[in-house]
């Protein structure tokens, strides 16, 4: 989603060392990014913004297709050297700059923006087989996330199934396009993956969607990650409350900051309760 990407951040905000002993979490069971320090990149899917009278030209189709087929047989692993792109926000501390890179080092998120929405049943045949069977997860991930967008329900089986998948990129691709969908369906696996995915990543940003569609369950759920061992799952949860939480959510991260030791912890604590100051 686009979210493979995520795990940039590590080398952007920390330094060798620290991005070092958090990345040798991942073969302990917890997949640590730090994307949540960052706004998300929203998709704004132009194509789903057109009048329905209005056609895409077919040469902008067939680009996007090309470029989708083509970027989707390469695994991540073989694309190569840092492109120069990545060299030069990488030298870059601001927010501006984490958004440039992700941007301009990943094209799944290009085709995510350019083919969300598509109704053209030759476009979604490309992207339901890249979703299925390509060998670069990230472009499979950006597949979903483009279907999610077309709103129609036939979709919503092959994103359940997907949440399946070992790969977690995938997986989080699969959430992203059930939450896009809106279908009241999609609801059910998403509560499933709030409950019992592998990563904690999927787990909290399930238990967000999941509050966000209105089930207290969600919200039940990022209460008890907050006192979890584990920095990232407490800073990860802190943030879903601060954005959807009310004036109980402001009192539980207040008394919450008195005890937490952990200094981004904290800084997301600070930054939740300034969004709930309001509702308090």
Do not use: C
């Not at 923006?113 to 049943?121: M, V």
């Not at 992207?127 to 979709?155: C, D, H, I, W």
């Not at 030791?261 to 904290?266: A, K, M, T």
């Amino acid at each position: 989603m686009m979210r493979g990407a995520l795990i940039l951040a590590l080398a952007l905000s920390a330094p060798a060392a620290q991005a070092a002993e958090a990345a040798s979490r991942i073969s302990g069971g917890l997949t640590v990014d730090l994307g949540f320090m960052l706004d998300p990149i929203v998709i704004t899917a132009p194509r789903t913004k057109l009048a329905p009278q209005r056609h895409i030209d077919e040469r902008v189709n067939a680009t996007l297709r090309r470029l989708l087929t083509q970027r989707s047989e390469v695994r991540p692993e073989d694309l190569g050297v840092t492109n120069d792109a990545s060299r030069v926000f990488g030298e870059l501390a601001t927010l501006t700059g984490h958004m440039l890179r992700l941007r301009y080092t990943e094209l799944g998120f290009l085709l995510t923006e350019g083919l969300a929405g598509a109704k053209d049943f030759s476009l979604q045949n490309d992207l339901e087989r890249v979703a299925r069977s390509a060998p670069n997860p990230q472009l499979r991930a950006s597949a979903m996330v483009a279907l999610g967008y077309t709103k129609e329900e036939r979709f919503v089986p092959l994103f359940t199934q997907m949440l399946r998948e070992p790969d977690l990129t995938v997986r989080l691709g699969a959430l992203e396009a059930l939450v896009a969908s809106g279908s009241p369906s999609a609801q059910f696996a998403i509560a499933d993956a709030a409950q019992t995915d592998a990563s904690m990543a999927v787990r909290i940003m399930a238990a967000g969607a999941y509050w966000k569609m209105g089930n207290l369950s969600g919200r039940e759920l990022l209460l008890g990650f907050i006192s979890h061992e584990d920095w990232y799952v407490r800073a990860h949860a802190v943030r879903y409350l601060g954005e959807l939480g009310d004036s109980d959510e402001y009192r539980k991260l207040m008394d919450l900051l008195q005890t937490e030791q952990n200094p981004i912890v904290r800084s997301e604590l600070t930054l939740a309760l300034m969004r709930l100051g309001k509702k308090k």
